[in-house]
């Protein structure tokens, strides 16, 4: 079974910093660009970042640049989400999914939730 | 980079067809025939119903269909039924590699 399973959330202060992985199992992972897409509560979804296959390739949206940084790890079928200098906007559930190509995200994890409040 | 713009709510009554609107760009929708719509179910995980403008996933219903003209996309659902009722997301890919999504249609079946 092709899966994804997201780790790592939790309550962090502003400012804090906070690590998520993203594991899966069932496809030939290094093949597969990964993203990274959260949703605020009540809220409407919002792409954060990809990591293609080999690396070669990252991107990040506006409101994180700078203070998220994606990485992932083939040998362990792995990809995480470093996120620095936390802020209440942050909050959300955090969710990676396989990009099968060309904005084909499926499957989808079941999310993490991170919330950033004092 | 905004959002691309959907209809916050939309309604049908079962049996009728809607259809949902996607605005974008010339650096996004415009520029790539890369839009993909997902359904999300209240405190479900978002599910793929159409990528790249109008293919469908495997085993999903062709009562989902998908098209684009210019710098707009749409979702059309035919034959309406109760588990329809869902927010509705479009995305499309951009000129600055970078994905965005749109704000969300919530869809009413009455």
């Known amino acids: 079974e092709v899966q994804l399973v997201e780790s790592g959330g939790g309550l962090v202060q502003p400012g804090e910093s906070l690590r998520l992985s993203c594991a899966a199992s069932g496809f030939n992972f290094i093949t597969y660009t990964i993203n990274w897409v959260r949703q605020a509560p009540g809220k409407g979804l919002e792409w954060i970042s990809y990591v293609s296959g080999s690396s070669s390739a990252i991107s990040y949206a506006d409101s994180v640049k700078g203070r998220f940084t994606v990485s992932r790890d083939n040998a362990k079928n792995s990809v995480y989400l470093q996120m620095d200098s936390l802020r209440v906007e942050d909050t959300a559930v955090y969710y990676c999914?396989?990009?099968?190509?060309?904005?084909?995200?499926?499957?989808w994890g079941q999310g993490t939730l991170v919330t950033v409040s004092s | 980079q905004s959002a691309l713009t959907q209809p916050a709510s939309m309604s049908g009554s079962p049996g009728q067809s809607i259809t949902i609107s996607c605005t974008g760009t010339s650096s996004d929708i415009g520029a790539y025939n890369y839009v993909s719509w997902f359904q999300q179910h209240p405190g479900k995980v978002p599910k793929l119903v159409i990528y790249?403008?109008?293919k469908r996933p495997s085993g999903l219903s062709n009562r989902f269909s998908g098209s684009k003209s210019g710098t707009t996309a749409s979702l059309t659902i035919s034959g309406l039924q109760a588990e329809d009722e869902a927010d509705y997301y479009c995305s499309s890919y951009t000129t600055f590699h970078t994905v965005i999504f749109g704000g969300g249609t919530k869809l009413t079946v009455l």
């Open positions: 999914m396989r990009d099968m190509g060309h904005l084909q995200f499926d499957p």
């Open positions: 790249e403008v109008n």
